[in-house]
């Protein structure tokens, strides 16, 4: 394989035009990464620096310190360029501890989890 | 390759691009590889109170296999190259 | 008249290729089916569909009496891609001979 010149990597799908700058990059479990892009390859693995998890639970949200972060290729959904112009997130979404947002998304957990026993709890009456 | 000529002759045109995972971005679509790899330019979420990270996202890389759809600008469907194209494809072009 | 080669179906796909410009269904991963006029496809099942509708069925538990309420939403998109590897079945439209 060639390495295409620079004047086709602003044309094709490569990576190369984010490299070393400040990505969001979606992976296929829903965790958002932010980091900066240092390497890549043509499966879309990616190296980032400086990374972190942005986990978000209605308005709160917490970003939490990874470090450096080789990410599998499969796995990845989307990788974005963040507008350093624009406000990464809207004004009423509140920065929290990581404490906070682990407990937040517990309760958001529990709650769901307490819909699935609360069905198959009826499922179970049904039958009776 | 059918696609993939098909999707590079669709270049610099608006798409809504939608996703596995229920995510549906627009854009103009700057370039797309034999994987179906897709980049957008001035994006923008659709369901954008859903999806708040993606605020600043402006342009993006999407991967290929997680595509559900592309919705595609009537202006850019010819419809007879189109069959012509997969008559030729089905014959094992 | 279609010549031999072009009508005569030996594999699945030839079904398919018959169907070309026809309305036909598409049954999709994720509960969704499409109904759209055939434009092109490949080995896939790649295809772009005109004049689509699709039907998304959901299954979501009430709040309150945590019953199960199927729903289903409908849209129409003019022209559609659909990527292959999501797609379950597709069924030609029905000939009468």
């Known amino acids: 394989m060639s390495w295409a010149g620079p004047e086709d990597i602003y044309l094709s799908t490569s990576l190369a035009s984010y490299l070393d700058k400040k990505l969001l990059v ?7 990464l ?3 892009l240092r390497s890549f390859d043509q499966f879309a693995n990616a190296v980032l620096e400086g990374a972190c ?7 709160l949200y917490c970003d939490i310190p990874l470090g450096l972060y080789v990410i599998r290729g499969e796995n990845v959904v989307l990788i974005g360029e963040l507008d350093l112009e624009k406000e990464e997130l809207p004004p009423h979404m509140t920065r929290v501890s990581p404490a906070e947002i682990k407990g937040a998304q ?14 198959k709890r009826m499922e179970f009456l049904d039958l009776d | 390759m059918l696609f993939f000529s098909y999707f590079k002759d669709l ?5 809504t691009v939608e996703l596995k995972n229920d995510l549906a971005i627009r854009g103009t679509l700057h370039s797309v590889d034999q994987y179906l790899n897709i980049k957008l330019e001035n994006t923008r979420v659709v369901d954008q109170d859903k999806y708040p ?10 991967r290929g296999s997680v595509v559900r759809y592309v919705q595609l600008p009537p202006e850019g469907v010819d419809i007879e190259l189109l069959h012509d194209a997969t008559r030729r494809e089905a014959r094992g072009g | 008249m279609a010549s031999e080669e072009e009508s005569a179906v030996k594999e699945p796909l030839d079904l398919i290729r018959l169907s070309l410009d026809e309305r036909i269904y598409v049954k999709l991963r994720s509960d969704r089916e499409l109904r759209g006029k055939l434009h092109a496809y490949d080995q896939h099942l790649n295809m772009i569909l005109g004049d689509v ?9 009430d709040d309150e009496t945590y019953e199960e309420i199927v729903r289903t939403t409908r849209r129409t998109v003019p022209f559609l891609f659909v ?9 030609p439209p029905l000939r009468t001979a």
């Open chain 1, 26 to 32: 979606l992976l296929r479990d829903g965790r958002k």
């Open chain 1, 34 to 36: 932010l980091g900066i």
């Open chain 1, 53 to 59: 998890e942005r986990v978000i639970v209605g308005d």
């Open chain 1, 106 to 119: 517990k309760a958001e957990r529990e709650a769901s989890d307490l819909k699935g026993t609360m069905r």
């Open chain 2, 11 to 15: 270049v610099g045109r608006e798409v």
């Open chain 2, 53 to 62: 990270h993606m605020l600043s996202v402006r342009n993006c890389f999407i």
């Open chain 3, 53 to 61: 509708e699709e039907i998304i069925t959901t299954v979501e538990i």
């Open chain 3, 83 to 91: 990527r292959g590897d999501g797609v379950i079945l597709v069924s």
